[in-house]
């Protein structure tokens, strides 16, 4: 028996009400206003935010974030290869600007441009009411090769999960997500033209972060049997509820998120980026997942003020989800895992 999602209120105007209090819930749409209020030092440098996006073709994974920390500003792309022979290492480029001077960060979910320049290498992450456009020029390597990526990434805005939430400072958070949606991926990679139609997955955050944030995160999109849309977020211990579940878990079907009640327990082994990982319910069967990696992203940042370890494993999830009376069989859908310790 699936379990019955919640029915999402329609998302606020604004991340305060009008009393001033945070308001604090989840949503379903993207919310207009997601000033934080907090452009007075000191909380200005506690404010944390990034934009990710992800597509997956019939044959690669491509992925793209732009990140500011205040103190330092982090960028990053990758394409993996996920048929054939290859070793499914990834072609990637990594960029870390101090005080984050490379990077200019959109007003909000809603629109805006969110970009990097350094060296090179150019990041526009851009959103309105019509959806999300990617545009990305970039030297990527893998070994000792180098190569020349551009993207251009459009996709149509899905209903979105937004969660408004009182971090245990009292401060506040706000992250949009949204997976599944049809794209379109215009890519070259050196001579090669791997775009193609795609599945696209989207993360923005903005909080006034607390100085030692962990979680774990997974997303996937696929199509099912039935020739539906999939998309899946999952996380854990970063924006979990008094009994310790996530609050913004939630699958998307045709573009249309369905919240996950209850929490997921991620078992992470020991070579998390070989070793498959078990994701389940913490409370009945509504999630039963194997992620199997086909690889991994890793990053191990140590500037004193800013730490930022993780793994982010990109492969293949097997199980089933079940939702309102129905069970979604989950065969080699693409995605990625994460596990992520950050001082900041």
């Not at 945070?22 to 934009?51: C, F, M």
């Not at 959109?106 to 019509?130: C, E, F, K, M, Y």
Request: aromatic share 8%; net charge neutral; hydrophobic share 40%.
């Amino acid at each position: 028996m699936g379990a019955v999602t919640p029915v999402l209120p329609a998302v606020p105007p604004t991340i305060f009400d009008a009393s001033g209090a945070i308001a604090d819930g989840v949503y379903r749409g993207t919310i207009a206003d997601a000033n934080l209020k907090a452009s007075r030092w000191p909380l200005s440098w506690r404010q944390k935010e990034w934009h990710y996006l992800s597509a997956v073709t019939d044959r690669h994974l491509v992925a793209v974030a732009v990140v500011q920390l205040g103190y330092l500003a982090n960028s990053f792309a990758y394409v993996v290869e996920l048929t054939g022979p290859s070793d499914h290492q990834p072609w990637q480029f990594e960029g870390l600007s101090p005080l984050g001077t490379a990077v200019r960060f959109g007003q909000g979910p809603a629109r805006g441009v969110t970009s990097w320049r350094s060296s090179g290498a150019a990041i526009d992450l851009r959103t309105d009411d019509d959806g999300y456009t990617a545009r990305i020029d970039l030297p990527v390597g893998r070994g000792t090769e180098t190569k020349r990526l551009c993207a251009r990434l459009e996709c149509k805005r899905g209903e979105a999960l937004t969660l408004v939430h009182t971090l245990p400072t009292g401060r506040p958070a706000c992250t949009e997500k949204v997976a599944g949606l049809p794209a379109s991926l215009d890519m070259l990679l050196g001579e090669h033209d791997i775009g193609g139609a795609a599945l696209a997955s989207s993360d923005w955050t903005r909080s006034v972060a607390m100085r030692q944030t962990v979680w774990k995160w997974a997303s996937l999109s696929g199509t099912l049997p039935d020739g539906r849309h999939l998309g899946l977020n999952l996380s854990a211990q970063v924006y979990d509820d008094s009994h310790g579940q996530s609050r913004e878990n939630a699958l998307w079907i045709d573009g249309k998120v369905h919240a996950l009640a209850g929490g997921v327990l991620f078992s992470v082994p020991q070579a998390a980026d070989r070793q498959p990982w078990l994701l389940s319910s913490q409370q009945g069967d509504a999630v039963l997942l194997r992620f199997e990696p086909l690889g991994a992203r890793r990053q191990d940042i140590d500037y004193w003020l800013v730490v930022s370890r993780f793994v982010q494993p990109y492969g293949r999830f097997y199980g089933h989800l079940r939702v309102d009376g129905q069970t979604l069989a989950i065969d080699g859908m693409v995605g990625v895992v994460e596990e992520h310790l950050a001082k900041w």
